[in-house]
C-alpha cells in the first residue's frame, strides 16, 4: 500500500508556471500511489490558480481514485465561491470523512489564514486507517502551537473513544471516527529540531499514538528536505524539511520504505513516498 502526501502549491512549478497535469506525471513517476494526500488546492482563486475550479481538474487526472477536497478557507464574493484547503485522492473505499477546522487564535503582528485537517477514513488492505492530510500555519508560532494541540487531541479522542451505539447506517448517528489506526501527514511548517516536532512524534506513548516514519525507515538518519529545493526565492534558507508523515505504531510495524523525490520542481515542496507491507 502507498501513500504519497505533497504540498503542490496550487500546482504552481518553480518556474512560476501553474501546470496541474505536471504533478500527476510526477506522480506516476514515483510509480503512483493507492492514497494520495495534497495541500494548497485552489478554486476560483484568480492570482493562484487563474479562476478555475482545481478540485474538478485534479479529480480528472486522477480518475481512478475517490476525491475529497474540503476547504480551510470559503469565500462567497456574489456568485464566486472561492476556496483554498486540502484533497485526499483513495483508490480504497471511502467510509467516513470529517473536516476538522484548527484552532486560529488571534496573530494580529502577522498575516495568516484558516488552517484545517481534512480526515477520510479508508478501508484498506492494512484494515480501517483514519488518514488525516493537513497544512498548518506557516507564519504565525502560536497559531501552529494551538493547531498540533488539536491535532494531538484528535488522536486521543481517537484511543479513548468509545464504541457507538448501534444504529441504522442510513441515520447521522450511525457516524463513527473512532479509528485508532492513522496516518497523519501534509505540510506542519515546522522542521524536525521545533520543540513541537516531539509532540507530534512520542514513541513512548505506545502503538497508539504517531511514530514519524522517516524515523523508523531511516533511524539515525537527518531528515531529507522537502522543501526549499528548487525555489529559492521562496526558501532563502535553502533545502529544510517540513512535510512529514506519522503513523500510529501497528502502522509502523508495516513500513516497507519512505522516499522523497527531491528531482522534480513542479512545486516548491518535494513529495513523500510511504510504502507499507501488507500482511500475506
Given at each position: 500500500m502507498r501513500l504519497?502526501?505533497?504540498?503542490?502549491?496550487?500546482?504552481?512549478?518553480?518556474?512560476?508556471?501553474?501546470?496541474?497535469?505536471?504533478?500527476?506525471?510526477?506522480?506516476a513517476a514515483?510509480?503512483?500511489?493507492?492514497?494520495?494526500?495534497?495541500?494548497?488546492?485552489?478554486?476560483?482563486?484568480?492570482?493562484?490558480?487563474?479562476g478555475v475550479d482545481q478540485d474538478r481538474i485534479f479529480a480528472e487526472l486522477f480518475p481512478y481514485h475517490r476525491s475529497i477536497f474540503r476547504p480551510a478557507v470559503e469565500r462567497h464574493e456574489g456568485d464566486v465561491v472561492r476556496r483554498f484547503g486540502n484533497m485526499t485522492f483513495?483508490?480504497?473505499?471511502v467510509r467516513q470523512v470529517s473536516n476538522?477546522?484548527?484552532?486560529?487564535?488571534?496573530?494580529?503582528?502577522?498575516?495568516?489564514?484558516?488552517?484545517?485537517?481534512?480526515?477520510?477514513?479508508?478501508?484498506?488492505p492494512l484494515g480501517p486507517v483514519r488518514v488525516t492530510n493537513t497544512h498548518l500555519e506557516f507564519h504565525s508560532d502560536e497559531q501552529r502551537r494551538a493547531q498540533v494541540e488539536r491535532l494531538v487531541a484528535l488522536q486521543d479522542e481517537a484511543v479513548?473513544?468509545?464504541?457507538?451505539?448501534?444504529?441504522?447506517?442510513?441515520?447521522?448517528?450511525?457516524?463513527?471516527?473512532?479509528?485508532?489506526?492513522?496516518?497523519l501527514c501534509g505540510d506542519f511548517n515546522l522542521e524536525p529540531d521545533?520543540?513541537?516536532?516531539?509532540?507530534?512524534?512520542?514513541p513512548e506513548r505506545g502503538d497508539a499514538f504517531y511514530r514519524d516514519v522517516w524515523r523508523l525507515a531511516h533511524p539515525g538518519?537527518?531528515?531529507?528536505?522537502t522543501c526549499g529545493i528548487f525555489d529559492a526565492d521562496q526558501w532563502p534558507k535553502?533545502?529544510?524539511c517540513r512535510d512529514f508523515v506519522f503513523v500510529s505504531g501497528d502502522l509502523g510495524r508495516r513500513i516497507a520504505r519512505v522516499t522523497v523525490d527531491d528531482q522534480t520542481s513542479s512545486s516548491d515542496h518535494q513529495p513523500v513516498l510511504v510504502a507499507f507491507r501488507i500482511p500475506s
Open positions: 504519497i502526501t505533497w504540498n503542490v502549491q496550487w500546482g504552481k512549478g518553480c518556474d512560476g508556471i501553474v501546470d496541474p497535469r505536471r504533478i500527476a506525471h510526477d506522480v514515483m510509480g503512483g500511489a493507492d492514497i494520495l494526500c495534497f495541500q494548497e488546492m485552489s478554486c476560483r482563486f484568480d492570482e493562484l490558480d487563474g483513495s483508490r480504497f473505499p476538522h477546522l484548527l484552532p486560529w487564535p488571534a496573530a494580529s503582528s502577522v498575516k495568516s489564514m484558516r488552517r484545517h485537517a481534512l480526515e477520510v477514513v479508508i478501508e484498506t479513548r473513544g468509545e464504541k457507538p451505539v448501534k444504529s441504522s447506517a442510513r441515520e447521522p448517528y450511525a457516524a463513527s471516527s473512532l479509528v485508532q489506526s492513522a496516518i521545533d520543540p513541537l516536532y516531539n509532540s507530534l512524534d512520542q538518519e537527518p531528515h531529507a528536505p535553502g533545502p529544510n
